[in-house]
């Protein structure tokens, strides 16, 4: 037996014509029908004989669609099929649209060569389909002889001018029915508001899938209770949605998600407002109007709160923290990944996850981490899955398999094709026995031109090279300072690295290695990789010093080798990676799996690409020029070009 012919409409239609009429407020009847249909508690009107449908079906030339019979033989037509059709058609008013709205002009104005079919046939939807709306707020229920299934069922359309939006598709009539038995409860919940509360079986019945699901996300089921919380949000329960954001927030999902009903709470604001501002940010291009959207009926203090929020998180100065024992396990993580180590942060805060507690009863995760600078580049949807697998909240539950760490061992992933990053050019320092915090003061300077100052706050690198830019006055042709990140490469290591570094040009070039191993018993290491390099011939050069002095060196360039210092490691010699041939990805992979075998680093790949670092600028990697070399000085400065702005001019010496 098909669910066309299982489903009981007498049951389902007196459901709803007894929740219609227990929602009106006393003495709110708009007409007799109205007043009929709440006394006799029914919606519908007498049923249609088999002859009545039959006699539409020969007037119509086509026969009706199951469920639409089926309905039909229940009650010949309905009133308030929803929030805005006050009368769906029967047998005797149905009939064929043909155009008398006028909008299959309106949409085949849009139409030309480039139009995919599935426009086309929207368009002819205004002629050929079945008009059931008879009476209604300027809103068109349409079924579709030309858009049917495999069980003879016709897709039903429905279109609002007021709703901006393309005709709304459902599967067939039965379904069209079930959305605006939904769409009945979800105004009726509005309509509440600050009157009588709008509750019945239906309510109550969601009510419990909700609470329900709560404790099964709480839980680690989150799928589940995911589906329950959907449902219940298309009934418009108050609760559902903002349960259901949080979910959806930590699977990476960004858009549509306002945790409503609970971002307005004060028990939960310190948790939804920073991911829920954070997304503003990222979006509102500096007109923040819209902020308090989202938030109609939060009292003044908190929308103090959120614009407080806001300049810290476009300020980069936004820090999570949390209570108990996991809030202890946030600053551990943070720790971890400020340097780099973002796998060591991820698994921190996954560890201590069982013993975190909402803040409330309708908190299902920890959630403002996800707004931190540090932190919320930790979240990725496979990681996401795993949080909300894991048991929480004082509930009971097995814990899921860790997921995969993001970082691969050593330093050849540099070399992988991964669409992830684009570093076919980079740079980078490794000095063992030195914390990163300090690595800059031995690649700097203090020459007044900006290096040597302390480090940046933790960013991107595309937001570290805007900066950089704009805080210049000076540039040159001679003059290579490089922006690097710092963090931990290993076990007693630090690194520098510059993912974009300035053309290689050997007889220039100064490698930072010995200035970077001044101490005692200090070492550093240099790799410039270009063996993919857009910029000019492949390259790499390799630099090794110990207490302030080179050990050895060598560089590819031109396709010869040079060589300086004393005796290169066998695992290092460049005789065993550069042969005759051309020298590519294989060899790179080869040459940076040497190196990081033979000091036992590593460079943290998720926190270099997706993360955010500290950052500063190094002294110079090139010589100045020499009696006779030529080079390009270049000065900037802001000129007011009006009011509002500015804008940048420069000039250009030679010398």
Sequence with gaps: MTETMAFDWRSFLLKWSGEWADSLPDGEVHGEDDGTARRTRWLGFPPASEERIAAMEERLGRRMPPSYREFLKVSDGWRHAGGFVWLLAGTRDAHRHNNESGLADMFEEYLD??????????????????????????????????????????????????????????????????????????????????????ANDTTRTLDALVEAARLEALGGGWEQALKALDEAKEYGRPRAAGLGDQIRRLLGQTSMVYFDGLVTDPRYASELLPPLVAEHAAHSYRDDSTLTFHLRGADDSLVAQAYATLDQVRNGTYRYTAAGPFGEAVERARELAWWGDTDGAWRTLMDALPRWEPLGPDHLAPLGWVADPVLGPLLTPKRGHELLSTPRGGQAGEAPAPTEGLDPDGLVWLADPDPGHKFTSYRFVLVAGVEPEELHTRLTDGDGNGNGAALSAPMTFHEARHRSWEARTESSTYDDRALMAVGRAGTGWSFAFDGDPAPFHEPRLVSPAPAASVGAGSRAVVVWGGLRSRRGEPFFHLSVARDGTEEYAFTYAGGEIRRSGGEIPRALDPSRFFGGGEHGADTERSLLAAVAEEFGVRLPRHALVNGRLQTFTTRSWSRPPEDGETYVVTRMSWEAASPEGGDRTGDTNSA
Excluded: C
């Design 113 to 198: 060569e480039d139009s995919e079919p599935e426009e086309w046939r929207e368009a002819g939807l205004w002629q050929r389909g079945l008009q059931l709306a008879v009476a209604s707020d300027i809103t068109h229920v349409l079924m579709d002889p030309e858009d049917v299934d495999e069980d003879g069922e016709w897709a039903v359309y429905t279109w609002s001018s007021w709703r901006a939006a393309p005709p709304e598709r459902h599967a067939n009539f039965r379904e069209f029915m079930r959305e605006m038995f939904r769409e009945f409860h979800s105004l009726g919940v509005s309509r509440s508001d600050g009157g009588p509360e709008f």
